[in-house]
């Protein structure tokens, strides 16, 4: 069953849940023993019945004695300070409950003191610490922030007044001059004015608390219980009746499940949900068929709806002759044509994945097959039939995607007569197969419970459910590291498929995304869980806050959390705390599962698991469950087509994508822009802030250099057409429309080559025709290029006017059409770098021809070379050297050197027909001839 194991009470606040009904003052307290130094080691024993704490609580269990002090003077939600806390051992099993443990004390303690005698006098006080099981989250030495919240603790508290009711302290006096209650007063309540105070020797001291009074120990070796809260212990129906344990189940969830006390979430009527199942309880028990009963209950909480509230069968799987009875019952989630099926936003069920040699296969169905009737039944009558899910969905939209899956789902060996449409046909067609047991689709297994990569720039992190949690926040910890280290600007968190787990865990992973000056304040939600004593549900604010643990660094990049239908749990509150607060962007097809509770679980006659609903958050702006129901709503809604479906099959993930592209976009959106010159300073445009300007000025990079923007005016001919230009240039080009602004209208043009996309944006003024070119060899940032950088630059557009005529700088114009490069093979004629200048001798031996199919030909003297390169038309330029001969050139060849140096180049452009090829970091720049030039002069 997967939970969002919240335990309020069990994790939190530690309530117990009722006040003693003997609560009176002593009239004195018994002297304390001063003899010997006092507690020098604890011994103690830990225990629960809770079923998630050892499935919570995996990998790094600790126990601690913890500063108490905030406690003490009624703050519960603030971190206690580590200093003076001390660790345990587990000295036994911890899986095994009940399991020992021991603490070995320090000689003195160092924790905050506290004055607590009541007597208005300022005293150094005392050390006052609770004993817990904690999990240490935050793998820090000692326990910090949430990590030191206990999960079975050494006393409890009402969870109305919050006072502390029974169990154990520990207490260090630094002298003997301090004083602690023994007993509550006629309040009834501990650390008021009449508490009766007993002095305490010097050292450290057990108060054991019960029934309203506290007595000492200062045994040299101490023992002190630690416990679960009874509001979080499993309730066990197990020795009943079916019968009996049925109607004891029904009056528990009447007065117990959460959500009876919210109009319109998971509406029940107990009283007919009783009658309806009533008849097929009693069938069972008069056949005594435990399986049975499950099965009866299981289709009980499909009625309900929650995602929360369902059975757990596979402890019956322990029993031979149960188990078949069970499978039987469930033989419809087994089985299938080995297809899967999806329902496209416009309303078509359609078939996906086909398993190979499944029956699906054998009878034609392709992708893209659509399904219009099962069994002689239209798609809306057949979706209209009960079915009996292996799962719990908890939205209207979840139980509609699962029905559809089931549409294809019958216990192996039945025959399902399927009604089709091939795609781009109209003919109904009609097959008939057999179902065999499920073929699942294969899919690959983590190695490791959580794990993350770069990718494009951007931090990845996965993992499927929030469990294994120590190494899991461990891995998130070193993940959340590595980006800082990085400086990476976005991360995408990928919880689709999660099914939740371990609130503190959640709260762990939440911390690192927050600073302590900008925490989150989950004060936007309150808990709300059941109160015994008073027979009613308690309304309790979160007034926590979360950041990074000390010495860590948050990461405050953009946030992207990925999600589906079978995000459930501590998955949607992980989710829901991030959008609540606006940290991060929600990307998914589908809402997510709807589970907004914390879960307890039933133990039923044969050993079988009922869990249901035990509380939940309150949203403080709706005063309704933050999401039960409903889900968590993607802010980014992924399509879901027959195209996004297509490239999930073909091994793509749109919906991975769609959260790439959206960190891009807030990347984009934070650009700053400032005016620039551009064409030897005779027009402005805006580029974004901080790009880096190419030699002449007619070219701007971003600091990453995936993205160019340059602008020329054209002079390579007197032609004014932009069309006739741009098809001159490249014969293959696409237009994609005109732009108008104040200036006039822009003709827009696309092409790509050598895996260099350009956009080219002509405008003719005065006769004269300018082009603005934007290129990135990344295709996904083509959109953003044009709306976040060539929107800018065309809007900004100017021409100065005390520009000289363009005839005037034709002479002295750089071009850099990137096609001029293919026109020629091109001779080596100088060099110039900082450190010198020469002319080469013998132009001819040393040339490079640039093919139109993007490789290169070199002749470096005696040797030969072949490679690659990449240009586009604001200059830019790379050269990949590939095979080359070996020969021994003469004596001063400059072989070697005229390859090295091609290798480094990065840009180029034409003066006056000469090719100029910069090399990178101002390594020099070569001067290279048209051969068809060099040989007519």
Known sequence: MKLHTLLIVALLALALNFIPATAHAQDACPAIPADGPGVQRIEGQGSYSFWGIPAIIVDQPVVAMVDDSLAAQGVQDAFPDPHGQVLGMITSDFFTSPFSFTINLPAEGLGAQVDVDQDSEADAGVQIYQVGLAQNLLNTVPLVGIAQGAVLASYYRDAVTNAIVAGALVLYAPDDQQGFPCGYGADGELFTADDPIAALPQGFTVAHIADGAITFDRSPVASVEIFESPSGANPDFSDQGIVESFNTLIDFLRERYVFNNFEGVNDVDWGALYDTYLPRVEEAEAQQNVAEYALTLLDLTHDIGDAHVGVN????????????????????????????????????????????????????????????????????????????????????????????????????????????????????????????????????????????????????????????????????????????????????????????????????????????????????????SYNPLTNEFVRDPYTMQLSAPPTTQPYLGDVVVLVNQHCVSACEFMSYWLQASGRATIVGQYTTEGGGGNVNAITMPGGFIFNYTAGTDIDN?????????????????????????????????????????????????????????????????????????????????????????????????????????????????????????????????????????????????????????????????VPLMAEFILAPALHDFSVVESAAPAEATLANERITLAIELTTNPWLWTSFTDPVEQFDVETPEDYTITFNTDGTVNIKADCNNARGSYTADDNGSLTIEIGPMTRAMCPPGSRSDAFVQKLGSVANFFFENGILYLDMMADGGTFQLAAASEHISN
């Open 621 to 781: 702006e709706t005063d309704m469950p933050t999401f039960q129901a409903v889900g968590v709503v993607p802010d980014v809604r992924v399509p879901v087509t027959e195209e996004t479906e297509q490239r999930k099959l073909e091994g793509g993930d749109p919906v991975l994508e769609a959260g790439i592209d959206h960190l891009r976009r807030l990347a984009f959106e934070r650009l700053g822009h400032e005016p620039t010159t551009f064409v030897s300073g005779t027009v402005t445009s805006a580029v974004p802030t901080g790009w880096k300007p190419n030699a002449d000025g007619t070219e701007y990079t971003s600091p990453d250099d995936p993205i160019s923007l340059g602008i020329i005016a054209w002079t390579a001919s007197a032609e004014t057409d932009p069309d006739a230009i741009m098809a001159g240039t490249y014969p293959e080009i696409e237009k994609a429309g005109e732009i108008e602004t104040d200036l006039g209208t822009w003709s827009i043009y696309g092409s790509e080559i050598n895996g260099t996309y350009s956009v080219y944006n002509v405008i003719v003024l005065d006769g004269q025709p300018y082009i603005i070119t934007a290129s990135t060899t990344d295709e996904r940032l």
């Open 313 to 528: 069968l596979n402890p019956l799987a322990a029993d031979p002759e149960v188990l078949p009875l069970v499978l039987e019952g469930v033989a419809r989630s087994r089985g299938g044509i080995g297809a899967d099926l999806v329902e496209l936003d416009d309303g078509r069920i359609i078939v996906t994945d086909v398993r190979p040699e499944s029956p699906a296969a054998a009878a034609g169905l392709t992708f893209g097959a659509q399904i219009v009737g099962v069994d002689g039944l239209s798609i809306d009558e057949a979706l209209a039939q009960p079915v009996r899910f292996g799962a719990f969905p908890g939205t209207t939209e979840s139980k509609r995607a699962l029905a559809v899956q089931y549409l294809v789902k019958q216990p192996a060996g039945t025959d399902l007569e399927i009604a089709y449409q091939l795609p781009d046909s109209s003919e109904v067609m009609t097959i008939t197969v057999t179902a065999v047991p499920a073929i699942a689709a294969k899919t690959e297994s983590a190695a490791m419970p959580m794990e993350y990569r770069l990718m494009d720039g951007i931090g990845y992190v996965t993992w499927k459910g929030f469990e294994r949690t120590g190494i899991a926040t461990h891995i998130f910890a070193d993940f959340i590291k590595v980006m800082g280290q990085q400086q990476i600007p976005g991360i995408i968190i990928d919880v689709r498929g999660n099914g939740g787990g371990s609130a503190l865990m959640e709260f762990a992973v939440l911390s690192y995304l927050f600073s302590p000056e900008n925490p989150l304040s989950l004060s936007i939600a309150d808990r709300y």
